[in-house]
C-alpha cells in the first residue's frame, strides 16, 4: 500500500442545469421545463405537448429534478417552447427559486390540508429568493404528515390552523419555534428580522456584510 501513489480527490462537478434551452448534438436542441413542486395540471400538460408536438418535438423524458426534457428541436423551436412554458406558469430558468422550495400539494387539493402549502411556496420562493439563492432549503408542508419532504430542511413550514409553524434545522415534526401566517412569516424572514436572524444564528445562510 505504502507504494501506491497519494489519490488526488476528483475536482467537484458543477450542478446540473434543471431548466433551460439545451444543444445535445445528435438529438438537436431539448427544451427543459421544470414542473413548480413537481406538480402540473392536466390541461396545462396537454397544452405543452400541443405545442413541443407542433414545433417538431421528437422525444419527450422525465427528468431528475421534477421536469420533461422535450427534445430533437430547432433551437428557434425550443426557445419558442420555453416561452409558452413560462407564460402558463412553468420553470425555464435554473435560476427559478421555486426548484429551491419542496411543498406538497396543500388544501384544497388535500384534505387534511390547514394552509395552502404550493400557491404559499410560490409566494415565499419569490419573498426569499436571494435566501434560496444561498442555499437555504425550504420545505412547505400542508399539515405534519410531511408527504413532500420526510427529511430534515434547512426551514421547514408546518401548516397548523391556517397559519405555519416554523421550524429551523429540523422536521416537520420537530418542535416550532413560532406560528405565523404567510404575511408574517415573510416580513419576519427578511434581513434584520427575528427568523432571518436566527438562520444566521444557526449558520444557514450568511450574515449581514458589514
Ligand atoms: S403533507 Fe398533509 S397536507 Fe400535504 S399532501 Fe400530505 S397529507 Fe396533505
Not at 2 to 19: T, Y
Not at 140 to 147: I, L, M
Not at 162 to 183: F, K, N, Q
Amino acid at each position: 500500500m505504502s507504494d501506491l501513489p497519494a489519490a488526488v480527490p476528483p475536482a467537484p462537478r458543477s450542478s446540473p442545469s434543471r431548466a433551460g434551452l439545451f444543444w445535445l448534438s445528435s438529438a438537436g436542441f431539448a427544451a427543459l421545463v421544470g414542473l413548480p413542486f413537481g406538480r402540473v395540471d392536466a390541461a396545462t400538460l396537454d397544452r405543452l405537448g400541443g405545442t413541443a408536438l407542433a414545433h417538431g418535438c421528437t422525444d419527450i423524458r422525465l427528468s431528475p429534478w421534477r421536469g420533461i426534457a422535450f427534445r430533437g428541436m430547432a433551437q428557434a423551436d425550443a426557445t419558442a417552447l420555453l416561452t409558452f412554458a413560462h407564460s402558463v406558469g412553468l420553470i425555464v430558468r435554473d435560476d427559478d427559486p421555486r426548484l429551491s422550495v419542496q411543498a406538497c400539494a396543500g388544501a384544497p387539493a388535500c384534505l387534511r390540508a390547514e394552509t395552502s402549502a404550493m400557491t404559499d411556496a410560490s409566494q415565499l420562493a419569490d419573498a426569499i429568493a436571494p435566501l434560496l439563492a444561498e442555499g437555504l432549503t425550504l420545505h412547505v408542508s400542508g399539515c405534519v404528515k410531511s408527504c413532500a419532504r420526510p427529511g430534515t430542511s434547512d426551514l421547514t413550514l408546518v401548516g397548523r390552523d391556517a397559519r405555519y409553524g416554523v421550524i429551523i434545522g429540523g422536521t416537520a415534526r420537530d418542535s416550532a419555534i413560532a406560528e405565523l401566517d404567510l404575511s408574517a412569516l415573510v416580513t419576519r424572514l427578511q434581513p434584520g428580522q427575528e427568523i432571518h436572524a436566527r438562520l444566521v444564528a444557526a449558520g444557514l445562510i450568511a450574515g449581514p456584510r458589514v
